[in-house]
């Protein structure tokens, strides 16, 4: 019911574990184009809502934030006003998770056999997000670290060296 209160003690329980906490945020509107994973915030105030909760949540902590699996390398089933609310909504995401010290961002970019490099680095630049630390990669698929990597290295030199994680 709070999604600020619960952030602070689920990192307060994992600094209690001697652990790094390392969130997936998956909250988007029109979340996986209405197919397995459907849901999401029923709009986007209420999505950026969400976000700045869980921000205030985590302020004053080190935290590791995974943004939107599918977001980016699903948007393909979006009409070209729901494509630009998503870039919005996930520009704002980074913007306000990144404003704190010790938060850092990373953008959920598929995998390495959905959307080709370029593409995926396309729809970054599109998002315009300047303070995000980089991107994760295979967050809900089984692909083989190796694969995953030649990908990664493929999109972070598209990307200025956009950090990555698998």
Known sequence: AN????TRQWIGDMRG???LPVFVLYNIPIRDCGSYSAGGASSADAYRN???AISQGASGSKAVFILEPDALAGWDCLTEAQRN???SLLRYAIDTLSGPANHYVYLDAGNARWQSPETIAQRIRQIGAPRLQGVALNVSNFLTTAESRSYGQRLSSLTGGLHVVI
């Open 3 to 6: 999604v600020g209160q619960a």
């Open 17 to 19: 574990q001697g652990a």
């Open 50 to 52: 969400w976000i700045s």
């Open 85 to 87: 609310e998503r870039a």
